[in-house]
């Protein structure tokens, strides 16, 4: 079994699936072909940081053709990519203490050779074909409309347990109970979601109790050093570490206003 996903038959009726870490290249294939097809109830439990887009699709869209009931629960975060498969339920629940977050998708191109101009029109071509999949599978639940919703996209939008429900991602606040499921933490999935607002930081900081994943503190940012330096250093490092000195580093500038 992978490591950011779990699957369980409870019976031959229910399935419990359990989405923790990075939904890599690769993880739609392997969880649609786990999937069992007999199952009338498929619990998902995320916690999760998020992935890739593309691959987060085709798991909602499985998840939204299965003949099964799909009853999600959010503990501890959905972020990102992590929150496509959660519009796929029939029924969301988010824990108290959670949290979720969606924003655009993106694309990393340091280590990339250099683009020329067409090139880098056919990235922001397909970048928008993404966002509108996304677009079709959060209008699943998401209240306000395709402008609305995209609109919360491109500002990157967290949201804490209320406004979850207010935005129709979850149809109901869960009374914190004890977690079922270890979120899988590494730095690069981190670092994807971007600044994290002030409200939301002790949220974070939290989801590296229990992990799996030891994070290194990270460098401040260099922009002559390309994601991959960056990271080869990050390997060296001492696994000690405090995601709201992230935070802080993250949105402290340095001198001449840079990140």
């Known amino acids: 079994m992978s490591d950011w996903y779990s699957l369980r038959a409870q019976s031959p009726d229910i399935a419990d699936v359990t989405i923790t870490g990075t939904i890599a290249a690769g ?20 916690s999760s940081l998020g992935g890739d887009p593309g691959e987060a699709l ?58 020329d101009a067409p090139t880098l029109r056919a990235v922001a071509d397909q970048l928008d074909r993404v966002k509108a999949q996304m677009l079709d599978v959060y209008g699943w639940r998401l209240k306000g409309g395709r402008e609305a919703i995209a609109a919360l996209m491109t500002a990157t939008t967290w949201l804490d347990p209320a406004e ?4 129709g991602l979850a149809d109901e606040v869960r009374a914190d109970v004890p977690s079922t499921v ?25 989801l590296r109790t229990g992990s799996r994943h030891s994070l290194a503190p990270p460098p401040l940012r260099d922009p002559r050093d390309s994601w991959k330096a960056s990271h080869e250093r990050l390997d060296r490092r001492t696994p000690a570490f ?18």
Do not use: W
């Open 164 to 167: 979850a429900v207010a935005r």
């Open 58 to 115: 085709v798991i909602a869209q499985a998840l939204r053709a299965h003949p099964a009931r799909v009853e999600v629960t959010i503990q501890k975060i959905a972020a990102s990519a992590a929150t496509l498969p959660a519009c796929a339920g029939n029924r969301v629940v988010i824990d108290a203490s959670a949290c979720a977050m969606l924003h655009n998708p993106h694309a990393v191109l340091d280590d990339t050779p250099p683009l």
């Open 182 to 206: 270890t979120a899988q933490v590494d730095l690069a999935a981190l670092a994807a979601l971007g600044p994290i607002p002030p409200r939301f930081a002790a949220r974070i900081a939290e």
């Open 27 to 46: 993880a739609a294939r392997e969880f649609t072909a786990a999937l069992p097809r007999s199952a009338r109830i498929i619990r998902l439990t995320i």
């Open 242 to 259: 405090n995601v709201l000195e992230v935070y802080q580093r993250l949105n402290t500038p340095t001198q001449g206003g840079r990140p």
